[in-house]
C-alpha cells in the first residue's frame, strides 16, 4: 500500500481507538456538553472528538517524521503539534471547568504565532483583486492579518458545534477543498497533511 494511502488510514484507525478508549474515560469524569439554548444535540456526549482527532493526526504525522518518511516539513509538522497541543489542552481545561473569554483569545493568537514563526503560515498576499490584476500584498500587515484571519476561522467552527455533526462535517468539508486546492498547486506536503487530518 502507497504512503498516500497508508497514512490517512492510519490516522483513521488510531482515531476510531482513541474514541473507543476516550469516551468512557469522558463519561467518568464528566467530561461531557449537555443540551443547553444553543447545543441542540440530544443527551450527554463525550468531548473526546477533538483530543481523538488530535491523537490520530498528530501520531501519524510524528511517526512519519520518526520513520524518516515526513509527510511534510518536520518545522512545519512540529509547529502544528504545538500549536494544537495548546488549543487542545485549552480546548480540555475550558470544557472542565471554564476559562474566560480573554485566556481563551490569548492561547488562540498564541497558536497562531506558533504556526506563522515555527510552520511559516503567513498570509502574504490576497490575491489579484485589482483591476489591473497586480498582486495585492500585505507587507506589514500580514501577521495581524493572519492572525485576525485564523482567530476568526478558529471561533467560527467554536460557534458551529451546537448542533451534532456540523462543525465536524464543516471542518470535514473545508479540508477537502484544501487538498483540491493544493493538488492543483501541485503542493504534495499539504495534500498530504490534509488527507492524514481529513482521514483523521
Known amino acids: 500500500m502507497s504512503a498516500t494511502l497508508l497514512w490517512p488510514l492510519a ?5 476510531a481507538a482513541a474514541i473507543a ?3 468512557p474515560l469522558a463519561l467518568r469524569i464528566g467530561l461531557t456538553d449537555k443540551p443547553n439554548q444553543r447545543k ?16 490520530g493526526a498528530t501520531a501519524v504525522l510524528f511517526g512519519s517524521v520518526i520513520l524518516n518518511r515526513p509527510v511534510a516539513p518536520v518545522d512545519g509538522i512540529l509547529a ?3 500549536a ?3 488549543l487542545i489542552a485549552v480546548g480540555v481545561v475550558d470544557d472542565m471547568r471554564g476559562l474566560s473569554p480573554g485566556v481563551r483569545f490569548a492561547a488562540e493568537i498564541v497558536a497562531v504565532l506558533i504556526m506563522i514563526y515555527g510552520g511559516g503560515a503567513l498570509l502574504t ?5 485589482t483591476p489591473d490584476e497586480s498582486i495585492v500584498t500585505l507587507g506589514w ?3 495581524p492579518f493572519t492572525v485576525f484571519a485564523a482567530v476568526g476561522i478558529i471561533n467560527a ?4 458545534d451546537g448542533l451534532d455533526g456540523l462543525s465536524g462535517n464543516l471542518a470535514l468539508v473545508t479540508l477537502l477543498a484544501f487538498g483540491i486546492a493544493d493538488g492543483l498547486w501541485a503542493d504534495s506536503g499539504r495534500v498530504a497533511v490534509t488527507n492524514v487530518i481529513s482521514a483523521a
Open 141 to 143: 500587515l500580514a501577521v
Open 125 to 129: 498576499d490576497l490575491g489579484r483583486l
Open 11 to 15: 490516522a483513521f484507525v488510531l482515531t
Open 40 to 55: 441542540q444535540h440530544s443527551g450527554e456526549i463525550p468531548l473526546v472528538g477533538g483530543l481523538a482527532i488530535f491523537i
Open 84 to 86: 494544537c497541543t495548546l
Open 157 to 160: 467552527f467554536n460557534m458551529c
Open 21 to 23: 478508549v476516550l469516551r
Open 80 to 82: 502544528w503539534v504545538v
